[in-house]
């Protein structure tokens, strides 16, 4: 076998190998396009290779015409394949002039069909024999050049400024491999083969085609690559392999509850701790949907939730559901979930960590319970002792009321009357009466706290700081606190304390009323605003409600919903609002209750002092 026939054929096979191997790799992963244009690019040089071949030996001047038909579309396809290559990789290079190669490479195909004798020669008048320097036997033709092959050298030209151009750019991204790589061999074989085809088609250089050869750069520079490419994937899947092992020994070991779940819902994964918390064996919940563990009351809630997971927001970062164990006993987990995602960036499901708060919560449940049980002892024994104080202040002069009045009885039962006497009793009757009511204010005075100084302040500042004061037992109990205060300086004339009194029972109210409502997923929401001359501050929950027709009632002093209660908070709230001028009332909502006061607006400062 000649030694062309053998150094043509392994170029051709080297192609081919070349081209194999990228299109497997985007057959399996058909999103890679560099990989489909890289393949096509080594099939065209490799059948190239073998029609170079073909026409050094061709016998016929007929034969050779036709493989020049072929060479060229074999080359049209290669240097349209590269430059776009050169786009893929490095995606500096000039749009522009990629369409223009690519129309022109388009034009020129067509050209090298409709003509005579291909787009490298308008005729082929004969067949030059000749010998390599080694002594091998090949042909070259002999013939006028074809009028529009200027235009494929003119190609070329631009081929050469087109890479050398993207390859700058990327150079100065300071992307120096894949700018050394692939402009270094691009370029070397553009410029290779770009000198020395024309001066063959020409006559002036007696070899054979060497197009292919000039390709071997680029075939050696992309089996370089594929075979980095090939080590950087088995590192990166030995870190991968390494990973998954550190996240393994990690989720089997951590004392929180870690569940996959794919698009559709259904478990993925349940590790361990998860496992052991609620009894299931992995293999027997894996596969099953994901509201098959959660409580009834909440699975449809959790299947909203769910399918709102797959859109643009994602889901719900943080939440709290009760799991059934496999005995049926509810556990609590508050749960963070983070969405998956796919490498195309779709959604695949979510992965959420979950923590027992179950005994926490209880143990918070008994501890509020002993903590009512305490402050209703202290109210009642308050109420002792104001009731002692009052039946010991008011013993004295009820009694010597009585002992007096008595006394008038016998001064006019007498024979005769002694009215002057009476008279006198009676004197006595009137002051003792006088001093009981003197000792009613007094007392009456120390539990109202007297006098209030009133100043000038934006409501919104007390409100906000009850806020913040409760916002950790609002955290606790797991009730969402939204607020809205509003950009608008809101002034009133008021004692700043009442206000914070008023805000802590409208707050504590909502929340008792949430707490005690087993409501699934608690809201209070604060608001803020102007409303004509007054400032309105509203509180509104979603719990129960308010019964019909208990809108005024739950104002009266010893009505309340609570077991652990007096009654007395909306009452004093009442009282207080009502005597800086203002007006609250209740009103129910389509899902739980709205409470609001209003104060007159005040735009100048002013203090005074009166008593509530």
């Known amino acids: 076998m000649s030694l062309l026939t053998i150094i043509w054929s392994m170029l051709s096979a080297a192609c081919l190998v070349i081209g194999q191997m990228h299109a497997l790799v985007w057959w399996h992963d058909r999103t890679r396009r560099l990989n489909l244009v890289v393949a096509v690019m080594a099939v065209a040089a490799g059948a190239n290779a073998m029609v170079e071949l073909g026409l050094m030996k061709s016998a016929s001047i007929d034969g050779f015409i036709t493989l020049a038909f072929l060479g060229n579309l074999t080359i049209a396809v290669t240097l349209v394949s590269m430059v776009w290559v050169v786009h893929l990789m490095l995606g500096t290079a000039r749009r522009s002039l990629l369409l223009i190669i690519t129309g022109l490479w388009s034009f020129l195909s067509v050209v090298n069909l409709v003509s005579p004798a291909s787009l490298t020669y308008a005729s082929v008048d004969a067949l030059l024999p000749l010998t390599t320097f080694w002594g091998e036997d090949f042909v070259l033709a002999v013939g006028p050049a074809n009028r529009f092959k200027f235009l494929a050298d003119l190609v070329t030209v631009l081929i050469i400024i087109y890479t050398a151009d993207a390859t700058w750019r990327a150079w100065h991204q300071r992307r120096h491999r894949q700018a050394a790589i692939v402009g270094g061999s691009i370029l070397g074989f553009i410029v290779l083969a770009g000198i020395h085809t024309p001066l063959v088609d020409a006559g002036i250089v007696k070899t054979p085609f060497m197009i292919s050869i000039a390709f071997i750069g680029i075939v050696v520079t992309l089996s370089h690559q594929m075979a980095h490419d090939a080590a950087l994937a088995l590192r990166f899947a030995r870190e991968m392999e390494a990973g998954r092992r550190r996240w393994e020994s990690l989720l089997d070991s951590v004392h929180l509850a870690v569940l996959e779940v794919d698009a559709d819902g259904l478990l993925r994964y349940a590790n361990p701790f998860f496992c052991r918390t609620t009894g299931y064996l992995a293999t027997a919940i894996v596969g099953r949907p994901l509201g098959d563990l959660v409580s009834a009351e909440q699975r449809n809630e959790l299947l909203l939730r769910l399918v709102a997971s797959s859109g643009p927001e994602g889901p719900r970062p943080h939440g709290r559901w009760k799991v059934t164990t496999k005995t049926g006993k509810l556990l609590t987990f508050d749960w963070s979930t983070v969405p998956l995602l796919t490498p195309d960036n779709e959604y695949d499901g979510l992965l959420t960590i979950?923590?027992?708060?179950?005994?926490?919560?209880?143990?918070?449940?008994?501890?509020?319970?002993?903590?009512?049980?305490?402050?209703?002892?202290?109210?009642?024994?308050?109420?002792?002792?104001?009731?002692?104080?009052?039946?010991?202040?008011?013993?004295?002069?009820?009694?010597?009321?009585?002992?007096?009045?008595?006394?008038?009885?016998?001064?006019?039962?007498?024979?005769?009357?002694?009215?002057?006497?009476?008279?006198?009793?009676?004197?006595?009757?009137?002051?003792?009466?006088?001093?009981?009511?003197?000792?009613?204010?007094?007392?009456?005075?120390?539990?109202?706290?007297?006098?209030?100084?009133?100043?000038?302040?934006?409501?919104?500042?007390?409100?906000?700081?009850?806020?913040?004061?409760?916002?950790?037992?609002?955290?606790?109990?797991?009730?969402?606190?939204?607020?809205?205060l509003g950009d608008e300086s809101l002034p009133v004339v008021a004692g700043l304390v009442d206000i914070q009194q008023v805000m802590l029972?409208?707050?504590?109210?909502?929340?008792?009323?949430?707490?005690?409502?087993?409501?699934?997923?608690?809201?209070?929401?604060?608001?803020?605003?102007?409303?004509?001359?007054?400032?309105?501050?509203?509180?509104?929950?979603?719990?129960?409600?308010?019964?019909?027709?208990?809108?005024?009632?739950?104002?009266?002093?010893?009505?309340?919903?609570?077991?652990?209660?007096?009654?007395?908070?909306?009452?004093?709230?009442?009282?207080?609002?009502?005597?800086?001028?203002?007006?609250?009332?209740?009103?129910?909502?389509?899902?739980?209750?709205?409470?609001?006061?209003?104060?007159?607006?005040?735009?100048?400062?002013?203090?005074?002092?009166?008593?509530?």
């Open 354 to 484: 979950g923590a027992d708060v179950t005994k926490e919560l209880e143990a918070k449940a008994s501890l509020e319970l002993a903590r009512q049980a305490i402050d209703r002892k202290a109210r009642a024994n308050i109420l002792g002792e104001f009731a002692t104080a009052l039946a010991h202040e008011l013993n004295q002069p009820l009694g010597a009321v009585l002992a007096n009045a008595r006394t008038v009885q016998r001064y006019l039962a007498s024979d005769p009357p002694r009215h002057a006497q009476a008279a006198e009793v009676m004197e006595l009757i009137v002051r003792d009466d006088k001093r009981a009511a003197t000792i009613l204010q007094r007392l009456r005075a120390m539990v109202t706290r007297g006098q209030v100084v009133h100043e000038s302040f934006d409501i919104r500042g007390p409100v906000n700081e009850v806020l913040e004061i409760c916002e950790a037992e609002l955290h606790a109990r797991g009730i969402v606190l939204r607020r809205d």
């Open 505 to 612: 029972n409208l707050v504590r109210n909502a929340m008792q009323a949430l707490t005690s409502g087993h409501v699934s997923d608690p809201v209070i929401c604060v608001s803020c605003i102007r409303d004509g001359d007054d400032v309105r501050v509203d509180v509104v929950d979603n719990g129960p409600g308010i019964a019909l027709g208990g809108e005024l009632k739950i104002f009266e002093a010893g009505h309340g919903s609570q077991e652990q209660g007096l009654g007395m908070g909306l009452a004093i709230c009442q009282r207080i609002i009502e005597a800086h001028g203002g007006r609250i009332q209740a009103m129910p909502e389509t899902r739980g209750a709205r409470l609001s006061f209003k104060l007159p607006i005040c735009f100048e400062d002013a203090v005074q002092t009166d008593a509530i």
